[in-house]
Nanobody
């Protein structure tokens, strides 16, 4: 059973930064793709960023230049560095991972951007 546990969410002022982390139970080398999604109240879940096992990254247009996704294979962790945060980015942020067969999700961590 794969478990993904997010951490690092919280309250931040507009323009501030947060670093989210996702810790997997077991090696993340088995995942062909990992990523971060978010879901704001009343909205659908949307892709934020992904990273392949080879290190190739992909970002949603609305975070390019501000967010950075990275994998820390030795610690079985995924990170998302978020800079210049905006109030409209308040959402629950979810860690996602998949093998070639199955997808997995974390429980999510709340990020609130407010003054």
């Amino acid at each position: 059973q794969v478990q993904l546990v997010e951490s690092g969410g919280g309250l931040v002022q507009p323009g501030g930064s947060l670093r989210l982390s996702c810790t997997a139970s077991g090696s993340i080398n088995r995942f062909s793709l990992m990523g971060w999604y978010r879901q704001a109240p009343g909205k659908e879940r949307e892709l934020v960023a992904t990273i392949t096992s080879g290190g190739s990254t992909n970002y949603a247009d609305f975070v390019k230049g501000r967010f950075t996704i990275s994998r820390e294979n030795a610690k079985n962790m995924l990170h998302l560095q978020m800079n210049a945060l905006k109030p409209e980015e308040t959402a629950v942020y979810y860690c996602h991972a998949r093998t070639f067969v199955n997808p997995f999700w974390g429980q999510g961590t709340q990020v609130t951007v407010s003054s």
